[in-house]
């Protein structure tokens, strides 16, 4: 199939399917993304979002369908090169190297991006690497943990890495799964801002999240996946007043949202 020739979205998907034996966990999801949008995935725990996710980066392959990204047909190519095309990923549990400073950790990430692990690279190289993670330090709240190993953080801190690791490899498209997660309201407040900042960076975001309270605090339109499909898509406002989403979730709860 022909790439898509519609600039304006960053992700597309058609047709979408997975199965698992006798159990589909897509079923024909079809979605589309613009450019620089900050898009919230909601559904219930067993919705297939996770599954969507995994779909999108090459962890998993589809049994059916196709996967668009920036126009070019990504369907079925390997994980690392998905990544190397603008694509990453954070996870519920922080993916860092724990044995290493918080600042390490972050050059290691433009290293990998640049291919810059000669010893005897310029010096010049090299101090533009550590200008760049200065930077995210400075963004994401970390200078003062620059020299602390990262298993020394605090979840919410993990996370903020995290995040500045994901940053450091210049993605197009970041998708988050479950920010929230394990965190304390307060750290809760703080991703915030965080996710805001690298949306105004003309990042665009997909957000799996189950907190709604953060969810009508970041996103520009929501995506509600259920049985493995698209239910319904919308604004905040839409989402909250739609009855099948109400059902979906608490039963026809008013105050579910």
């Known amino acids: 199939m022909a790439p898509t020739e519609n600039p304006s979205f960053i992700l597309e998907t058609r047709n979408l399917i997975k199965h698992f034996g006798g159990l589909t966990v897509a079923n024909g999801i079809n979605f589309s993304m613009p450019v620089g949008e900050l898009?919230?995935?909601i559904g219930p725990n067993g919705a297939g979002k996770t599954t969507f996710f995994n779909l999108l980066t090459?962890?998993?392959r589809p049994s059916k369908g196709n996967i668009f990204f920036r126009g070019k047909n990504i369907t079925n190519i390997p994980s690392h090169k998905i990544a190397r095309l603008g694509i990453a990923r954070a996870y519920q549990v922080p993916n860092i190297?724990?044995?290493q400073t918080v600042f390490e950790n972050i050059r290691i990430a433009f290293q990998q991006k640049y291919e810059i692990f000669n010893p005897f690279a310029s010096s010049r190289r090299l101090d533009g690497i550590n200008d760049k993670v200065e930077e995210i330090?400075?963004?994401f709240s970390l200078y003062s943990k620059r020299d602390i190993h990262a298993a020394k953080l605090a979840h919410g801190e993990k996370k903020r890495l995290e995040l500045g690791i994901t940053l450091a490899c210049e993605p197009k498209l970041l998708l988050l799964d479950e920010p929230s997660a394990g965190l304390t309201t307060a750290e809760t407040e703080e991703i915030i801002p965080?996710?805001?900042d690298i949306s105004s960076q003309k990042v665009s975001i997909l957000v799996i999240e189950h907190d709604m309270k953060l969810v009508?605090?970041?996103a520009f339109s929501i995506t509600v996946l259920h049985h493995g499909d698209i239910l319904f898509e919308g604004s905040p406002e839409e989402i909250e007043a739609n009855e099948d989403?109400?059902?979906v979730y608490l039963g026809g709860d008013q105050?579910?949202?």
Do not use: A, F
């Open 255 to 257: 105050d579910w949202y």
């Open 39 to 41: 898009r919230c995935l």
């Open 216 to 218: 009508k605090q970041i």
């Open 194 to 196: 965080v996710i805001n």
């Open 97 to 99: 190297y724990e044995g």
């Open 58 to 60: 090459g962890v998993i």
């Open 137 to 139: 330090l400075n963004r």
């Open 245 to 247: 989403v109400r059902k």
